[in-house]
Structure formats: structure tokens, C-alpha cells
């Protein structure tokens, strides 16, 4: 009779939980929050940005709860197929190379490479900048922008923001990044925008997409992230994100 | 007795990285087995993986150039800074003797990959100077501390006697230092150098958190390109290993060349 009685009384407390946890399924994000303004550190320590806001919609759009865990990009695709985590949400641009390795979302930024030179900077393209030393994140589509060009010294950085720091005490010549991130840098940072100017976005290369990456298979992640972009996409709402986030 | 062979006891400063050490014989020592592993795992994986072995060799060796280029640039200066700290550290004038000692407390109180940082970003603000010299600097600044400290205890080894009767046939103190006692120092000084110039090697590692590219920064690159890290990371180690066991033979010869007249 007690045992019974244990057993319903831990049904009982159980219960709840179990229902609790279907109402929205969790699905934990990486990020390499160096990356303003897509994602970055804000002033209270919380990670804000573009892509922390557009996965917030929809999230709440299709039915998911984003968590967002803060990991060096170095790693990052590592750790998607070790199953840290659930999904990269990292301004990860859709190359052939890395759909062999995993899975991508619909796209939902549009961006291109651009060029940050110091102001009095007479470079206008990426031939021009032969000889030099450009710096750009690892293992990024600027780094393979830059080692397509045959000639260029490529210095590969942690963080962007290392690189443009390197950029501004007169290291390198030039850092190539994704156009969001070059205006962050360049027009709107206060300690930076009188020294450095945006030489050119680099209109012969491909446009890339972001997309979030999911491990191989990972279909159950996939649908619900895609339902959520398909949602956001439809109500405008990463229209108002882009105003909000992104300077032109 | 005694039948021929003398077996003189020595007083060995164990710091692990002199693996082949003198007593060791036979023929499996530790590093004829460590050495034969570490080569035949490379070589099997190359020749029976080429892809994407042999591709990821072909890429590193410049990053290894680079790497020795740090060491031994690093080592030199240091070597330098050390014996100006040593000598500092038992001059009789209290102001260098201030200073090297101080030094020798902050630069031993710091971790070196914070010095990296620091002295990368601060050199930057105030002196344009290029990364790989940046990393040069903060290197032998960082390992000049600890070569002071073995230069010190060369120097404090050698028999009071000697300065003494240095002195006393008409040497000044100067001269007594440079002709009489850091001859003698060196033979004790020079076995540390050797396993600091080890450890110097490996550590230039960090460097490669400052863009300079290093061998395994060009391991890192190539991981996050192609998304093989257990292999990228596997042959750097090996490589890494391949060369610290090289170097410690040659301190380990070394330490035994300067030993032969030991045998008195």
C-alpha cells in the first residue's frame, strides 16, 4: 500500500515536468559572438545581435526555445559533430565545402565580402593589394577570398576584431570580412571609423547566404528552424531586423 | 675495487626534459622507443593515407620554418638578456641588482601567454613593430628571466677560490667574471640552456594566437578548412614530438661532451 501510494505520489510530481517539457522543445545554438553585428557580446555581458534576434522570432513563430551557447569559431564545426550542440547560428556562409560536412537552413542573410583598408588607403580591389599582408577570421569565406587571390600574404586571426585592432596599429594592409561586419567596423565603432573606410565589397566574387548548420541528418532541428525563417521571412520581420541592426 | 671503470656519481638537476640520460643502456631506452614510435606512426600514416596526410605535410612545412625562426631568435636574445640578469642579480650595486631582480619576479609572475598578448598589443600602440619580431620580443623578454636564474646559479657554482686567486694575481672584478669564472660557469650553464631552448620550442606554440604562422597555426587552418582536426592535430603533435626528441639528443650529447673531463 505505502509503495503504491510512493509510486503515484512520484506520478504525480513527474507529471508535470513531462508536460512542461513538450510545450517547446529547446534547441541550443552555437555562436562565435565576435562577429558584431550578427552576433556579439553586448554591454551587460548577454549575446545580442542580427542572428541572436532573427532565431528569438523564430523561435517564437514556429515553436522553439533558442539557447544561445557562446564557442570559439575554431571549433565550432567540430563541436556541431560531436553533438555539443544542436545547431551553428554563427554567420555561417552556405559553401559547397562545408554542405559535405553538414546540413544548412534555408538562407537568411545575404552578404558579400568587403574590403576594410585604412583611410588614407588608395587600394580599391583585391588584385591591388598583391604583396601585402591581409588578415581575415580562420577558417572564414574571407580567408578563401583571400587565398584565391595568388600574391597576397594571408594572416589568419581568432577574432575579426583582432584583425582590425592589427589593421589600425598599421600590422596588415587590408582585412576582408562579410559586408555587415566591415560597416560595424569601419562606420559605426567609435574608436575606429576615422581611421579605417570599407575600399570595396567585392562585386566579382559570389554572393553567400547565411544559414544555420545543423549536424547531417539532424532533420527534426532542420524543420523547425527553416519553418521558423520561412515565418520570419513571410512577416517582415527580418526587414525591421535589418534596419535595426545594419548600417548601410 | 675499483676494476678498471669508475662510476662517478653525478649530481643530475632531473628536470625531466634530458630523457636520454647517462646511465641508460641497453637497447630500449626510453627515447629510442619514443623516437621509433613517433617516426613510424608518421610515416604509416603518410604512406598509407596520403589523403589527406601527405596533403596536410606539404602544407605545414612552412609554419615549421617559422617555428624554428621564433625559437631561435628567441633563444639568442634570451641567452643575452639572461646573462645581464644573472650578473645583475649578484652585482654588488644595489640599483642593478634592483632592477634585474625585479625583473625577474614580474616576468616569473606573469603567464607567458598574457606577456604575448601584452606586449603584441602594446608594442602595436606605441611602435609599429611586425608581429613575428613582436613575438620575438615577448618570447625572449619572458624566457631572459628564467635563463638569468640558471645563469646565476652557473655563476654562484664556481669555487670561491677561484675569484680569489683570480684577484689575487691582478684581475679586476671584470675581468675575473669574463675570463676566469663564466668559462667554468658555462659547463653547468649549458645543459639547462639546452632543455630551456626545449621547452622555448614548444612554447612558441602560443604564437600562434598572434596570427604569426607557426606550425600549428597552420595545422589550425587546415583543421578548420577541411574539418579533419584529429588528423591535422594528430601530425602536428607527432611533428612536434619529432623535433623536441631530436633537440634533446643533442643536449644530451652536449651534457656528455662537457662531462668527458669530468673523470678525474
Redo the contacts between chains.
Sequence with gaps: MKKLFLVLLCVLLAAPLALAADEKPVIVFATDATWPPMEFVGADKQIIGFSIDYMNAAGELAGFKPEFKAVA???I??GL?AGRYDAICSSVSITE?RQK?MDFSEPYFRVRQAIVVPKDSTVTSLEELKGMRV?SQ??TTG??AVKAVAGIES????EVG??I??LY???IAAVVCDDPVAAQYALNNEKYKGALKIAAVIEAGEVEYYGIAVRKGNDKVLNLVNEGIRLVKERGIDQELMKKWITE | MHDGKVKITRIEIGDGAAIPSQRDEGLFTAWRIALVLALGTLLYLVITQPEPYWRLLKFLPDGIVVTFKVTISSIALAIVIGLFTGLGRISRIRAINLVASTYVEVVRGIPLLVQLFYLYYALGRFVAVPDMLAAIIAMSFCYGAYMGEVFRAGIESIDKGQTEASMSLGFNRTQTMFFVVLPQAWRTILPPVGNEFIALLKDTSLVSILAVSDLLRRGREFASESFLYFETYTLVALIYLLITLVLSKLVSLMEERLGRYDRR
Design positions: 569559431w575554431d571549433g564545426f567540430a559533430g565545402e560536412a588578415g580562420i577558417s580567408t578563401f594572416k589568419t586571426y581568432d583582432l584583425a585592432e592589427d596599429n598599421g600590422r
